[in-house]
């Protein structure tokens, strides 16, 4: 089973670079460009680690 892991930046250039390199080690990777959608998104997926911008315009 493949690892399960949530990409959270607010930048298009970082999420897309970092889940295409997790991918590449089999990561099964979905991501978010907001704090808004990640918390949707972990609300009905489970994952088994999450990578998040700490300084995202829409965090509090």
Do not use: C, W
């Amino acid at each position: 089973m493949e690892s399960k892991l949530l990409v959270v930046d607010d930048e298009v250039f970082v999420r897309e670079l970092l889940a295409e390199y997790f991918t590449k080690l089999n990561y099964q990777v979905r991501t978010a460009g907001s704090a808004a959608e990640a918390i949707q998104l972990a609300g009905t997926e489970s994952f088994h680690a999450a990578l998040i911008d700490l300084r995202m315009p829409d965090a509090t």
